[in-house]
Structures are given as C-alpha cells and as structure tokens.
C-alpha cells in the first residue's frame, strides 16, 4: 500500500513563498507520476504541477506557471512543490497523488493514490 504524508501548509502573505513535502513510502517517488493537486471547499480538486518517474517531464497548470516548481529526491522518496509570489486565489487544500501511468497527467481520476493534504493560507 502506497502512503503519502504532505508538509509544509501555513499562513503566508501574499507575495510570500511556502515550500510544501509529500513524503512517500517504499520506492513510490521513483516508481510513479507524481502530482500536486489542490481543492477549496466547495470546488473540484484541480490539477497543479506533475513530474514523472524520471524527473525529466513536468506539466503545470497555466495560471502556476512560473511561481510554482515542482521537483523530487528520489534518495528521499520525497516530492516538492516550490510555491513562490503566492497570491490569495492560491488558497486551498493542497494534496500529493501517485500515478501508475506511464505519462504525465493533469487528470486526478488518473492518480491512483492520495494523501491527506495540507492547507495553504495566503493573506491580502
């Protein structure tokens, strides 16, 4: 059973920088498409930034482009999701998933495991 664990939620002002963790277990990082989403209460669970098993594809969504990097240690078995220039729009849960696919996607009906989440807070 796959397990994911995601870190480094909080409060941050806008223009501020959070850098969120999700720490897998076994050899998941290296194994599986790794993928940031994040939901508010009330919406769909929207796709964020993906990196595959290489580390060498990415895929962000349009409006985190340029603000947020997503990267993995795979030493670590742990994925990184860089949040920079944080806007109040960016407020949400932020969950990490695990794809058994073979490319990287946006589509969350794709992902096969979950983690709890983390809540991102970004104040005017």
């Known amino acids: 059973q796959v397990q994911l664990v995601e870190s480094g939620g909080g409060l941050v002002q806008a223009g501020g920088s959070l850098r969120l963790t999700c720490a897998a277990s076994?050899?998941?990082?290296?194994?599986?498409?790794m993928g940031w989403f994040r939901q508010v209460r009330g919406k769909e669970r929207e796709f964020v930034a993906a990196i595959s098993q290489s580390g060498i594809s990415t895929a962000y969504v349009d409006f985190v482009k340029g603000r947020f990097t997503i990267s993995k240690d795979n030493a670590k078995n742990t994925v990184y999701l860089q949040m920079n220039s944080l806007k109040p729009e960016d407020t949400a849960v932020y969950f990490c998933?695990?794809?058994?696919?073979?490319?990287?996607?946006?589509?969350?009906?794709?992902?096969?495991?979950w983690g709890q989440g983390t809540q991102v807070t970004v104040s005017s």
């Open positions: 076994r050899r998941t990082v290296s194994t599986y498409v």
């Open positions: 998933a695990a794809n058994g696919k073979l490319y990287v996607s946006s589509r969350a009906d794709e992902y096969d495991y």
